[in-house]
């Protein structure tokens, strides 16, 4: 049974910085492509960042030249370094795992919350 645990989020001031972690167990990670998601209250959730098994990342454009996201096979963990942080960043963030079959994996979210 492959499990995600995200940790990491918390509250933090605008212009702050958290980063997210995701530990995967069960599985086999340095497979699997990864993901960030997130949903803010009354929106759809949203692709944030992803990175391939050969780590390749793309990012939604809100998250440019803000966010990066990175993975450490040997420790079954993907990382979302999150710089400058904004009030519209706030939101349950989840990761997600997608196994060479196509099927996702999600983690339970962890909140983040920017505000003063």
């Known amino acids: 049974q492959v499990q995600l645990v995200e940790s990491g989020g918390g509250l933090v001031q605008p212009g702050g910085s958290l980063r997210l972690s995701c530990v995967i167990s069960?599985?086999?990670?340095?497979?699997?492509?990864m993901a960030w998601y997130r949903q803010a209250p009354e929106k759809p959730r949203e692709l944030v960042a992803s990175?391939?098994?050969?780590?390749?990342?793309t990012y939604v454009n809100s998250a440019k030249d803000r966010f990066i996201i990175s993975r450490e096979n040997a420790k079954n963990t993907v990382y979302l370094q999150m710089n400058t942080l904004r009030p519209d960043d706030t939101a349950v963030y989840y990761c997600?795992?997608?196994?060479?079959?196509?099927?996702?994996?999600w983690g339970q979210g962890t909140q983040v919350t920017v505000s003063s």
């Open positions: 997600t795992a997608v196994d060479a079959v196509g099927r996702t994996f």
């Open positions: 069960g599985g086999f990670f340095a497979t699997y492509a």
């Open positions: 990175i391939s098994k050969y780590s390749m990342a």
